[in-house]
C-alpha cells in the first residue's frame, strides 16, 4: 500500500514517471498472481496491457486507493476475459507461484492451501463452480474487499458473499467426506 497514494496520484495525472513507477510497484506482483491464476498464457504481456490502461485512464479515475485497487483489478479481470473471448476456451490451471504473493502475513486460507499443496488446491478449486473459483481467487490471491470484487465480476456484495460461502462450503464438504481435519 502507498503512504500518501493520493499525493502520487496526483503525480501521476501530470506525468511523474516516478510516481507512475510506485503505482506499478505497488500493484504489478498482485495483479500478474491473478492472472497466472485464471491461466493467461503471457502474463507479463497481459500485464503490461492492464498498466497501459491505467495509465492512460488515470484522467478519467476518481476515488481513494481502494477504489483504484479494485479498478485496476477490473481492468485485469476484463482482459482475462477478452482473452477468453478471443481464445474461445477454458483457462489452463495454473500453479500458485507464492512469489507473487505480496503480503506481509498469510490469510487462513494461504496457510490451508499451503498444507495442502499447490496441486491438490488446485484440484479443489477445480471442484467449484466458475463464479465459486473467481470470488475465493480474487478474495484469496488478489487479496480483494468483497466490495472490490463485486466491482471486478459485475456482481452485488451479497452475491460475492453468498458465491463465496457457498464455494467454501463445498470445499469444507469435500474434505470432510476424505478425512481431512478441518
Known amino acids: 500500500m502507498i503512504d500518501d497514494f493520493d499525493e502520487v496520484l496526483a503525480r501521476a495525472r501530470t506525468g511523474s514517471g516516478d510516481a507512475f513507477t510506485l503505482l506499478y ?19 507479463e504481456d497481459v500485464t503490461s496491457e492492464v498498466f497501459l490502461a491505467v495509465f492512460t485512464g488515470l484522467g478519467r479515475f476518481s476515488g481513494g486507493q481502494a477504489q483504484f485497487r479494485s479498478w485496476v483489478f477490473t481492468i485485469a479481470h476484463r482482459r482475462v476475459v477478452d482473452g477468453w473471448r478471443r481464445g474461445g476456451r477454458t483457462p489452463a490451471q495454473v500453479p500458485y507461484d507464492v512469489q507473487d504473493d505480496t503480503r506481509t502475513a498469510a490469510s487462513a ?42 466491482e471486478v465480476v459485475g456482481r452485488r456484495p451479497g452475491a460475492v458473499k453468498a458465491l463465496q460461502r457457498r464455494g467454501l462450503a463445498s470445499l469444507r464438504r469435500l474434505l470432510e467426506s476424505e478425512g481431512v481435519p478441518l
Do not use: M
Open 25 to 43: 510497484e505497488d500493484l504489478a506482483r498482485p495483479v500478474a498472481a491473478y492472472l497466472r491464476s485464471k491461466g493467461v498464457p503471457d502474463v
Open 109 to 150: 486460507e494461504t496457510d490451508a492451501l499451503a498444507g495442502l499443496g499447490t496441486d491438490r488446491a488446485l484440484a479443489l478449486l477445480a471442484t467449484l463452480t466458475d463464479e465459486q473459483r473467481e470470488v475465493l481467487v480474487l478474495r484469496v490471491v488478489a487479496d480483494l474487499t468483497v466490495e472490490e470484487v463485486a
